[in-house]
């Protein structure tokens, strides 16, 4: 079964540093999606793109978090700098093989970056 | 954002029917009805979606009341692999937007 693959698996590091998380989405798909999830909010929206542009990303703190896609197999969530209050597990999502509509088909997930900030 | 209403929390004997339900007394005509389920330490994994018909896959069926202000998920033979928290979404021309979601407890 074809894979949407996030690295690392884990990330520590402390407040102020920068981090960067990684998403290879399953070849094909055109929309991508980052979503973030803690005990206290449960799954949240990022930002999202479609084919390779951002479509959205109100849901991220812009002062420190950047997203983008440099090619189709690859999206990037920047961290810079990052807080404690960014701890969570951020996952990525793929969809819409073939152009089918971005809502309705079903949704790959990876199985995430758990972020530490100390 | 687009509300369903789940239980908190179900259990279920293995080797049992399951049904889980969902309320979205606010959906449109045109919004599609997702279920996904989250294993421990897992991704969210795609379980069904179906728009008026009943649906069915190799996972689960889903049975969507005529007024479509309700649905259920049902997993036809519990297995302990089957522990997760359920999440039921409507959506139509927006991503996904996940609740809290019912967790399932599957007991041996």
């Known amino acids: 079964d074809a894979r949407v693959t996030q690295t690392p698996r884990h990330k520590v590091t402390e407040m102020g540093q920068e981090v960067t998380m990684r998403c290879q989405p399953i070849?094909?798909?055109?929309?991508v999606f980052w979503y973030r999830q803690t005990m206290m909010q449960g799954l949240e929206l990022l930002a999202y793109?479609?084919?390779?542009?951002?479509?959205?990303d109100s849901g991220m703190p812009k002062d420190r978090f950047s997203a983008e896609m440099p090619d189709a197999t690859l999206a990037t969530l920047k961290i810079q700098p990052s807080e404690p209050r960014d701890s969570a597990v951020y996952f990525c999502?793929?969809?819409?093989?073939?152009?089918?509509?971005?809502?309705?088909?079903?949704?790959?997930f990876g199985n995430g970056t758990r972020l530490t900030v100390t | 954002d687009a509300k369903t209403t789940q239980p908190n929390s179900m259990e279920s004997n293995e080797e049992e029917p399951v049904h889980l339900p969902c309320n979205h007394s606010?959906?449109?005509?045109?919004?599609?009805i997702h279920w996904y389920r989250q294993l421990p330490s897992q991704g969210p994994e795609y379980v069904i979606h179906?728009?008026?018909s009943n649906v069915n896959n190799r996972m689960a069926s889903l049975a969507i009341a005529e007024d479509r202000k309700s649905s259920t998920l049902i997993l036809h033979r519990a297995t302990l692999r089957d522990a997760a928290v359920y999440y039921c979404?409507?959506?139509?021309?927006?991503?996904?937007?996940f609740g809290k979601g019912t967790r399932l407890s599957v007991i041996a």
């Open positions: 179906g728009l008026t």
């Open positions: 606010t959906i449109s005509g045109t919004d599609y």
């Open positions: 999502a793929s969809g819409s093989p073939g152009g089918l509509s971005s809502y309705n088909s079903p949704l790959h």
């Open positions: 070849l094909g798909h055109n929309t």
């Open positions: 793109f479609r084919n390779r542009a951002p479509l959205d």
């Open positions: 979404i409507y959506t139509g021309n927006t991503p996904l937007v």
